[in-house]
């Protein structure tokens, strides 16, 4: 497997079309996945908010300690449920039910200061369009992942996962399978998109601009979408 | 990036050099990293028990559901609190301050059938032996990462994560540095273990007998461990 980071990406603004910008610097071919950072994604659909547009509800000036309660009112507004509280943190459940922390809503890499960058309301059907759109640029078959970086509960430090996915396995069920000495392996199933955005975090990093990396050489295609992430709180045992 | 798969490893048995076993299949350079699945280590360290010679406690009994009450108990042993329990599912904080399904004791892939193979007594010490020993047979200076597949609060399926580590940054700290539109990361550090375990695992499959991949291309020499990933419950706002 190689991880390549797709170097020379401008600035992304609303419009842009993406798949365009990097089959321009890159040669792609059927298998590969492009993992994209969320918020190349969201800025190039629009999705961002200026503070100054934002009228903060009487829960979010509660809420928001001694942060920008603007801020918090995002949040909230991107928010189906608030999971915890620890003012101004807020840990929710997004309208796609994803759990992390400020629902994705961030400051950090916005076009310009005083705004902030939302989640795409529709991350699979994102990865979907820009999976369309490189086929009918290139004709290759890629896979794509939209990533973004969760904390997550019992461990320190975030890791990227896929918030989106289009052409790609998101789960390999081994269910069923045996190992080598012939035990059944019951309940294992491998969360490959979230693998994958891991992998590719590893040759983006976070402050030097680079929100697109490769994946080459792996057997991963399949029609899987991020949604198949999300567990059924009756079924997450962690929780 | 690349990553690698090392394969033509024997199944390994007590006593196994596994530092010897690599460098015989593999060239290793300073700054690779290899991530190594804890099944491997456990084994190489002997960290395995026969069913037949555990006696199920009444606690076991009673939390096995209609499983064998012995892999309970062997369970049980290795947990230092039960966290959440459906029988016969248990989630528990094991010595090493993880929080896991079934203490990491497994019996898929054990030398076998009726064994169980149990987490390195600590596997950052066991990280530290094979990085020493990869040094000693080739003088190259490497990471080690010990790995494991675990479930996670809110999201479907395993990735696999380091629970052991040596010679790697395991965390990148990203607070205090500024993106490119000079706006301050606050509260970002990267779980990079984590990504490295999770990028490997995906060239490694888990039925397939692969328990070795080889990291190379990235900058992460430095000297952290598996225990930094443990979140003190009072900072974790996701638990």
Same mark, same amino acid.
Do not use: W, Y
């Given at each position: $497997? #190689?991880?390549?980071?797709?170097?020379?990406?401008?600035?992304? =603004?609303?419009?842009?079309?993406?798949?365009?910008? &990097?089959?321009?610097?890159?040669?792609?071919?059927?298998?590969?996945?492009?993992?994209?950072?969320?918020?190349?994604?969201?800025?190039?659909?629009? =999705?961002?908010? /200026?503070l100054d547009e934002l009228e903060p509800s009487a829960r979010a000036l509660e809420l928001a300690?001694?942060e920008d309660p603007r801020r918090t009112e995002a949040i909230l507004r991107?928010?189906?449920?608030?999971?915890?509280? %620890?003012?101004p943190?807020?840990? &929710?459940?997004?309208? !796609?039910? +994803?759990?992390?922390?400020?629902?994705?809503?961030?400051?950090? #890499?916005?076009?310009?200061?005083? $705004?902030?960058?939302?989640?795409?309301?529709?991350?699979?059907?994102?990865?979907?369009?820009?999976?369309?759109?490189? !086929?009918?640029?290139?004709?290759? =078959?890629?896979?794509?992942?939209?990533?973004?970086? +969760?904390?997550?509960? +019992? =461990?320190?430090?975030?890791?990227?996962?896929?918030?989106?996915?289009?052409?790609?396995? &998101?789960?390999?069920?081994?269910?069923?399978?045996?190992? /080598?000495?012939? !035990?059944?392996? %019951?309940?294992?199933?491998?969360?490959?998109?979230?693998?994958?955005?891991?992998?590719?975090?590893? &040759? $983006?990093?976070?402050?030097?601009?680079?929100?697109?990396?490769?994946?080459?050489?792996?057997?991963?295609?399949?029609?899987? #979408?991020?949604?198949?992430?999300?567990?059924?709180?009756?079924?997450?045992? +962690?929780?």
């Open positions: $497997m #190689n991880v390549l980071p797709v170097t020379g990406l401008p600035e992304i =603004r609303e419009g842009d079309d993406l798949a365009a910008l &990097v089959v321009e610097r890159v040669d792609l071919v059927d298998g590969d996945v492009l993992v994209i950072a969320q918020k190349a994604v969201s800025k190039s659909e629009g =999705r961002v908010v /200026r300690g001694d991107e928010a189906v449920e608030v999971v915890r509280v %620890r003012p943190l807020l840990i &929710v459940q997004t309208r !796609h039910g +994803f759990i992390c922390a400020s629902a994705g809503v961030d400051a950090s #890499n916005a076009p310009e200061p005083g $705004m902030l960058v939302l989640l795409p309301l529709d991350p699979d059907a994102s990865a979907a369009r820009i999976r369309e759109r490189v !086929h009918e640029l290139t004709r290759a =078959r890629v896979g794509v992942i939209v990533s973004d970086s +969760f904390g997550r509960p +019992f =461990r320190m430090g975030t890791t990227d996962v896929a918030i989106g996915a289009a052409g790609v396995r &998101v789960l390999q069920d081994l269910r069923g399978t045996r190992d /080598r000495i012939g !035990h059944e392996l %019951r309940s294992t199933q491998i969360a490959l998109a979230d693998e994958l955005a891991a992998a590719a975090q590893l &040759v $983006m990093g976070k402050t030097d601009g680079i929100p697109v990396a490769l994946v080459r050489g792996l057997d991963v295609a399949g029609d899987g #979408n991020a949604r198949e992430l999300v567990i059924p709180p009756e079924r997450d045992l +962690f929780r």
